[in-house]
């Protein structure tokens, strides 16, 4: 295959989890005789710097005529606690997700068998929890009318029909080919929009009979979630509710470096690791470069390039049992190893195997 990627390393530890995304993507190719190119793009804090906007029109139209982006974090501080501010990096990710219409978000929660004691849950509540959270990412409150005074501020929490029953028949289809249980999580005993979901996935159900569906109130499954991870097997939700959840469900594996993540939707799909920018790290080289690695991953597997994928899970997993960690995963007494250390030797398991 030829792949023509859009690289956005944007901000923080962006660029050095960027990098070694990057180098895997072309150990794979090479190994695989696949074709690769690169494009580079500015997004976020680095392109407010750079050219006055977070999603400038030149990294949109370099993402719209890729075959896949690949995308690393964004944010800086010096945005988060001015609430004046008139551009912050997070709408240049917010732009992208709109502009390519990428409504699906696939985040697979999934543990190490290496890493369970690193879980603030319990070893055994949490071995086996494999699950996907498949979260609506370009309507809801996210996008719906705003408004802000100094005295009043709403955000609508809008969904239309054709909204939800997209993103509902992706979570049906996932649904056929996991383990064939689906959870919608809602808040249909306070909001419409809620209501409209649950109804909508009501109309759906019968047409999928071999999955077994059911509905949770969101405080219930943010409870259930860390009760009894190992319940679930794909979860859809809306955008905000999918945006807590998911933060939730990161940490059940013991570091929010290791996930990994795909939207996808009408144009370009982008793979990204669940964690942001984490700024106080950004050059220090201790940044867990798994979850991009593993955003790799799925964009093979969502080209079919199943081998790959399955080589790239191989490396990793081999990784971890080498102790060749970051020190937020390593074992007590263990070598030290940096973000860049982490890559290569991946990248080196990955041409030798
Ligand atoms: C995420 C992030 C984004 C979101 C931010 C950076 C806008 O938290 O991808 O989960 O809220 O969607
Ligand atoms: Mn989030």
Not at 23 to 32: G, N
Not at 198 to 210: F, G, T
Not at 273 to 293: R, T, V, Y
Request: proline content about 5%.
């Amino acid at each position: 295959m030829e792949f023509k990627i859009a690289v956005l390393p944007g901000d923080g530890i962006g660029p050095e989890i960027s990098v070694q995304g990057v180098d895997v993507m072309s150990a794979v190719c090479e190994k695989f005789g696949h074709k690769v190119t690169y494009e580079y793009a500015l997004c976020g804090a680095d392109a407010i710097d750079k050219v006055g906007n977070p999603f400038p029109d030149e990294t949109f139209e370099i993402c719209k005529n890729a075959d896949a982006v690949l995308f690393s974090a964004v944010g800086d501080p010096k945005y988060d606690n001015d609430p004046t501010a008139k551009v912050r990096p997070e709408q240049g990710l917010l732009a992208m997700r709109k502009k390519l219409g990428l409504f699906a978000n696939i985040r697979p929660v999934q543990t190490f068998k290496c890493l369970l004691h690193k879980s603030p849950l319990r070893a055994e509540l949490v071995e086996g929890a494999d699950f996907l959270c498949i979260r609506e990412l370009t309507g809801g409150m996210y996008f719906g009318e705003k408004y802000q005074d100094n005295e009043m501020a709403y955000d609508t929490n809008k969904y239309t029909r054709p909204e939800i029953e997209r993103i509902l028949k992706v979570a049906f289809e996932y649904a056929m080919k996991r383990r064939k249980h689906l959870t919608v999580v809602d808040k249909a005993n306070v909001l419409a929009s809620s209501r409209l979901w649950r109804q909508i996935a009501q109309e759906m159900a019968p047409s999928y009979p071999e999955v077994r569906t059911d509905y949770m109130f969101v405080d219930n499954a943010a409870m259930r979630m860390i009760q009894e991870p190992t319940f679930f097997d794909v979860m859809v939700t809306e955008n905000t509710f999918g945006d807590i959840l998911t933060d939730e469900g990161s940490c059940i594996s013991g570091s929010m470096g290791l996930l990994p993540s795909a939207s996808t939707g009408e144009s370009t799909p982008v793979f990204e690791p669940i964690h942001g920018s984490w700024p106080q790290a950004k050059g220090k080289n201790i940044a867990n470069p798994l979850a991009q690695i593993l955003s790799v991953a799925m964009l093979f597997e969502h080209f079919d390039c199943k081998a790959e994928g399955a080589l790239i899970r191989r490396a990793v997993d081999a990784s971890l049992d080498a102790c060749v960690r970051t020190p937020e995963i390593q074992v007590e007494g263990g070598a030290s190893y940096g973000t860049k250390e982490v890559g290569a030797w991946i990248v080196e398991y990955i041409r030798k195997a």
